[in-house]
């Protein structure tokens, strides 16, 4: 049986992949953030099949220390039921903020949840990646296209704008995908993104307030639902050999920012790993 980690897994997009996987006979191990929403989803997907097997672990992301607390227990999940090895890892827990918050570390939470902790997740899980030769996976956005990175400033404590620190966060999934698979190729694992386009979910109804939480009140009518965008993560999950482009929308490659650099994947990595107090490899493919 395959094992595929989701984080976001208790509602919208995370939650449609989660089933659809379940389906395809994946052994879920998700993670969500609210309780009550964990508990609730992790009983709607153990019903899906007769051999369904479903675990959804409550943990908030945005800080570290919970990252850490949760890849422990994803690591030992493993170890006991799958050789200690990870098939797909889908980094997809997102959020969107009204105002400038941040978190117990310090950082602005959009760019904390969205690119941070996948981030110190990924790292912490790829020695069970490696084993499997897995794919890792991000649900970035389309909005990503007109963002440049905020090098001199990336928690843009500076005149904050919470549509530009999503635009940014998204823009970080794809440099962040392009640095791993230029330093993990030769281990068999492959990264991709997902662009989900616009989905009918709550993301922007969640912890936020005033324009935001209006604006994404129409908004959201116009999207589709979240089988949508699943079926993507299902196809760049399935697919051998493994897919080669980098950016994915409907199931098929999709054009991304010439932003996405070398130079700026690496700008990044140099980044995050101080803000994370971890050490990648460096890359070995330009
Ligand atoms: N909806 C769209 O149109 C759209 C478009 C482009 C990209 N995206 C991206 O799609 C991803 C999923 O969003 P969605 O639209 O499916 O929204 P959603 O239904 O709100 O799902 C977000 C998921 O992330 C979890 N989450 C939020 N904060 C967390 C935290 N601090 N710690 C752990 N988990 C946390 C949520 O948990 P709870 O259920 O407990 O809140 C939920 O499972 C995000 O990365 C978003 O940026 C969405």
């Not at 902790?117 to 069970?128: C, E, M, N």
């Not at 999950?237 to 409907?250: D, G, I, K, S, W």
């Not at 700026?264 to 493919?285: H, M, T, V």
Request: proline share 3%.
């Amino acid at each position: 049986m395959k094992t595929a980690v989701i984080t976001g897994a208790s509602s919208g997009i995370g939650y449609a992949t989660s089933a659809e996987l379940i389906q395809k006979g994946y052994r879920i191990i998700g993670i969500g953030r609210d309780k009550t929403r964990c508990e609730e989803s992790e009983h709607l997907l153990n019903a899906l099949s007769s051999n369904a097997k479903a675990t959804i672990l409550q943990a908030d992301l945005m800080q570290q220390r919970e990252v850490e607390r949760v890849a422990t227990e994803i690591s030992q999940l493993l170890e006991q039921e799958n050789e200690n090895k990870l098939d797909v890892l889908i980094n997809n827990a997102g959020c969107v903020r009204s105002w400038y918050t941040t978190t117990e570390e310090g950082y602005e939470q959009q760019f904390a949840l969205n690119h941070l902790a996948s981030f110190l997740l990924t790292y912490r899980l790829l020695p069970q990646l490696k084993r499997a030769q897995g794919r890792v996976i991000m649900t970035g956005s389309e909005s990503h296209k007109h963002m440049r990175m905020h090098w001199n400033d990336l928690m843009l404590t500076r005149g904050y704008n919470p549509l530009t620190a999503y635009k940014q966060s998204k823009l970080a999934n794809i440099l962040f995908a392009k640095g791993l698979n230029e330093r993990y190729l030769n281990d068999g694992i492959t990264s991709y993104v997902v662009d989900p386009g616009l989905v009918c979910t709550d993301i922007g109804c969640k912890n936020t307030g005033g324009l935001v939480d209006w604006i994404w009140k129409l908004r959201k009518k116009h999207g589709c639902q979240p089988e949508v965008p699943a079926k993507t993560y299902v196809y760049l999950c399935e697919t051998q050999p493994a897919p080669r482009e980098l950016y994915y929308y409907f199931c098929k490659p999709n054009r991304y920012s010439c932003q996405v650099t070398h130079e700026n994947a690496d700008k990044l990595f140099a980044a995050s790993e101080k803000l994370c107090g971890i050490q990648y490899p460096a890359r070995i493919k330009t």
